[in-house]
């Protein structure tokens, strides 16, 4: 399975070329990180219009379920349901809840609707196994892990065709609730330098990539300065029996993931060509627990 997260709403006419099994779009106020993000209003008439393109529509709803916000997201959560949505991304555990209160509500199941994609801390095939045992659709493994622990985690997995692995786009390097950002500007004096949702660069001490950042009303996300790729380590990866493959266009635009995405789908279906596939590979090749004691 091909899964294209959408940059924006602008250029689907190279996605559709592309033919994705699916697209990853935003739905306020469930998601964080995406640009494409649609209105209640608007999404079962854009479910409808992939789904007669034979394309899933999955949802972003990766924000935190705060407790305030509870009674706004359940509702736009089962509306969102209502209106045919194949699946959410969620990084909080309180959809599985929600699963559960409308399973109780309607009668239909849909902790099969669920993706698990806290980023980071899906580490093992222990960690997916938690969650698929649960009945998701789906558990993300965390970008920074090697080829090696990606293909053991599907060795220990119960269900490795559920697991989820980012195969091109930027990752999460770090995120934050706090204002960082505007309280930064504020510090130098600078804070008529500051805009809401738009893109800085930030440098680290130890290296010279820019890294991008913004706040939004979530909060400040970075990310990281350069698109992971898997290249033709995706053969490894599949050969593992992981059973999906992301690609992640924010920032980057739909064009390029819809390139990227017939260059995948073109190396799955000839893997022979392998040593001529022209996109080199950025997955790490140390263990993450010893580049992070580093």
């Not at 399973?103 to 993706?115: D, F, S, Y």
């Not at 789906?138 to 985690?153: I, N, W």
């Not at 309280?183 to 600078?190: A, G, H, Q, S, T």
């Amino acid at each position: 399975m091909l899964i294209l997260a959408l940059d924006t709403f602008e250029d689907l006419e190279p996605v559709l070329e592309s033919q994705p099994d699916a697209v990853v779009i935003g739905l306020d106020p469930l998601s964080a990180r995406s640009r494409a993000i649609a209105t209640l209003d608007q999404l079962p008439e854009m479910v409808r219009f992939f789904h007669d393109h034979n394309i899933q529509t999955l949802i972003n709803a990766q924000a935190m379920v705060e407790e305030k916000l509870y009674p706004e997201i359940q509702t736009t959560f089962f509306a969102a349901l209502d209106a045919g949505a194949d699946g959410f991304y969620i990084a909080d555990d309180g959809y599985i809840t929600m699963a559960d209160e409308y399973e109780q509500k309607t009668g239909t199941p849909v902790r099969n609707k669920l993706i698990i994609q806290p980023e980071t801390l899906i580490c093992s095939g222990e960690d997916a196994s938690f969650y698929l045992d649960l009945g998701l659709q789906a558990a993300s493994l965390g970008h920074e892990l090697s080829l090696k622990e990606m293909v053991d985690a599907a060795h220990t997995s119960i269900r490795p065709d559920g697991i989820e692995v980012l195969i091109a786009g930027l990752y999460t390097w770090m995120e934050s609730r706090r204002p960082l950002v505007e309280n930064y500007l504020r510090y130098i004096e600078r804070s008529d330098r500051f805009e809401e949702g738009r893109i800085y660069t930030i440098q680290e001490q130890l290296r010279e990539a820019r890294l991008p950042i913004w706040q939004d009303e979530k909060g400040t996300h970075v990310l990281a300065d350069q698109p992971l790729q898997a290249g033709a380590h995706l053969l490894a990866l599949q050969n593992a029996g992981i059973g999906r493959f992301r690609i992640d266009a924010f920032l980057q635009g739909n064009m390029w993931g819809a390139r990227l995405l017939k260059k995948y789908r073109a190396l799955l279906e000839h893997p022979k060509r392998a040593e001529s596939f022209d996109i080199q590979p950025t997955i790490f090749a140390a263990p993450s627990w010893i580049r992070k004691e580093k």
